[in-house]
């Protein structure tokens, strides 16, 4: 089966750091397989993730992400290609304070044809749909997303990746912030929505109770 993705001597140094934050020999995910990633704080899971998600460019090495080698693309592109493929819950969430809920969740469908195609007939009724299954009250739908509590804030970014069936979901420690039922309501939306696509899903998480819902487990340690 063709890559989800692909990673050889792959090497990262944040600015102003002397020594590299990331190196990672190699590392492959076939398409459709749900990886759980473990590692101390601090060894580098993050940085993983932002590089497989076209945030920044690796130093060094090669970094194939569905058969595009994002190490050669121009920044603007690599941009492109997040928001077309890649759905990504980051670690602080990075929602737009000011804007409402809903049109956060909308973002990629506003900025992806591709995402919004794959939302269906409605991209509304889609984003109130995750919203729903994540249990966020619609109530909240056209409040600031500033204003939500952290949990609902994890919960909203948690619908802005699913929503537009990405063929790749990044979530970094997407369960945080969430209460036990809440956990377990997040957990089997995105393993619905992936199978639903034959989508690939990175999940990063300090709690190794979840490891065992996933087809591959490892672990990141420091340079
Ligand atoms: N924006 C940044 N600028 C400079 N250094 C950074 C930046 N972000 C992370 N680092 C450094 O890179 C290393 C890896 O950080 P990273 O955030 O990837 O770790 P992590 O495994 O995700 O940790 P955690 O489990 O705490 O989220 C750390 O030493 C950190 O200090
Ligand atoms: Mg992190």
């Known amino acids: 089966m063709e890559a ?10 944040w600015p102003g750091s002397p020594a590299p934050c990331l190196t990672l020999a190699s590392l492959d995910v076939p398409r459709g397989e749900r990886l759980f990633i473990q590692g101390d704080s601090g060894a580098g899971k993050s940085t993983l993730l932002n590089l497989i998600g076209g945030v920044m460019p690796p130093d ?18 690599r941009d492109r290609f997040r928001v077309d493929h890649t759905g990504f819950i980051f670690q602080q969430f990075n ?43 619609p109530a909240l739908a056209r409040r600031p997303a500033a204003n939500l509590s952290v949990g609902q804030q994890q919960r909203v970014s948690a619908a802005r990746a699913l929503i537009g069936q990405p063929a790749l979901v990044l979530a970094d420690e997407p369960t945080s ?15 619905q929505e992936i199978a639903a696509c034959g989508a ?18 490892i672990h990141l340690l420091p340079p």
């Open 177 to 191: 912030a969430l209460d036990a039922r809440r956990q377990q309501d997040f957990i089997a939306l995105l393993m």
């Open 95 to 137: 929602l737009i304070p000011y804007l409402s809920v809903l049109d956060n969740v909308l973002l990629p469908c506003r900025f992806s044809t591709r995402r919004r195609t794959r939302a269906g007939a409605s991209p509304v009724a889609e984003a109130r749909r995750l919203l729903a299954a994540l249990d966020l009250d």
């Open 4 to 13: 989800a993705i692909r990673i050889r001597d792959l090497r990262f140094t």
């Open 200 to 217: 690939t899903l990175l999940f990063v998480s300090h709690d190794p109770r979840l490891a065992p819902l996933f087809d591959r487990n």
């Open 60 to 77: 060094t090495g090669q970094l194939e992400v569905l058969g595009q080698p994002l190490d050669r693309l121009h920044p603007h592109a």
